[in-house]
């Protein structure tokens, strides 16, 4: 694909060329953007000729990109409001929606000295994490059940938020079954549950893009009608948090009705939707009452 001694803007039309004739949505960002990784140079703007160790890592990439592995696996890391979290196969990749729903979180717990806030499935810890960049006396425990997501849930716990003046660890990790879990979880224990649960249909594990089908199953599927997680935090999370203590939720853009029914059958307040930057209903915040 790439031979050493081109030039980066050669070498990231080369990819480019490979990267398209794969599918690649993105081809030609994807390309300079993987000619970067390896050179630590843009390609638009660097006459630094490849050498054998970068073109060889380049090809690699490039491959890999061409299986249509997810551009944040290759990297290694991916950015979440300003701080960069470890990320790679075996836990979903941050998603730029997801941090609507840690604005809404953090919203909810002004006003809240020291809030204790619980992450259920916490992933990479993007979004417990994003709450605590966002408010940063928040104690954070972040319940995630995968030990592959745990390696890099840790990593993050420990270093995310390095440099912005916070104790670490950043996040108690837990390691559970949200199913479970909430058993030995004393009354009143948090002031807000965030959670980005798996939440696709059995139909539509059946239709994932090529780069969503490298990501774990583990973190899409949620059973029959995509409802298991939400029929389970409904059901069995309100005691946990302190009267008048909140939920916060992201959902999938078609789930606003049926999750809001799910909250209303058992016994949520204030319950309202919130949309992500496409406009699309993404996040249901609510309240024990109290
Ligand atoms: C949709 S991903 C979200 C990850 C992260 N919160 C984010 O926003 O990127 C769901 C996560 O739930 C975890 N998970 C799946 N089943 C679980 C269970 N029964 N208990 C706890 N975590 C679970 C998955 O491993 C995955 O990391």
């Known amino acids: 694909m790439t031979a050493p001694g081109m030039l980066p803007r050669q070498a990231a039309a080369a990819v480019a060329q490979a990267l398209k004739a794969a599918g690649c949505p993105d081809a030609v960002y994807d390309a300079r953007f993987l000619v970067q990784l390896v050179t630590g140079q843009d390609p638009r703007l660097s006459d630094a000729p490849l050498t054998g160790v970068q073109t060889a890592r380049l090809n690699e990439l490039a491959a ?22 470890v990320v790679g196969p075996g836990v979903l990749c941050p998603r730029a929606d997801t941090e609507i729903v840690a604005e809404a979180a953090a919203a909810l ?76 979880l ?13 939440y696709l249909t059995a139909q539509e ?14 973190a899409l599927a949620a059973g029959p009608d995509g409802l298991d997680f939400y029929r389970a935090i409904a059901a069995h999370y309100q005691q946990a948090l302190r009267p008048g203590g909140a939920l916060v939720l992201e959902i999938g853009w ?11 059958q ?7 939707c919130r949309q992500d930057y496409a406009g699309l209903d993404r996040c249901i915040t609510a309240r024990r009452p109290g």
């Open 205 to 218: 594990m059946t239709q994932l893009q090529p780069e969503v089908a490298h990501e774990p199953a583990m």
């Open 266 to 272: 058992n016994g949520w307040t204030r319950i309202e």
């Open 254 to 264: 078609q789930q606003r009705e049926v999750v809001t029914t799910l909250l209303q």
């Open 109 to 184: 717990l002004q006003g809240t000295t020291d809030p204790r806030v619980l992450d259920l499935c916490a992933g990479t810890g993007c979004l417990g994490l994003g709450v605590k960049r966002l408010c940063p006396s928040v104690q954070l425990t972040a319940l995630e059940k995968s030990p592959d997501a745990l390696v890099y849930l840790r990593q993050n716990a420990a270093h995310a938020l390095d440099g912005r003046g916070l104790a670490a660890p950043y996040a108690q990790v837990v390691q559970g079954d949200l199913f479970e879990f909430y058993k030995e």
């Open 186 to 198: 004393p009354e009143s224990s948090f002031d807000l549950i965030v959670s980005n649960p798996p």
């Open 64 to 85: 890999r990109r061409a299986a249509r592995e997810p551009l944040q696996y290759l990297c290694g890391c991916w950015p979440f409001f300003d701080f960069e979290l």
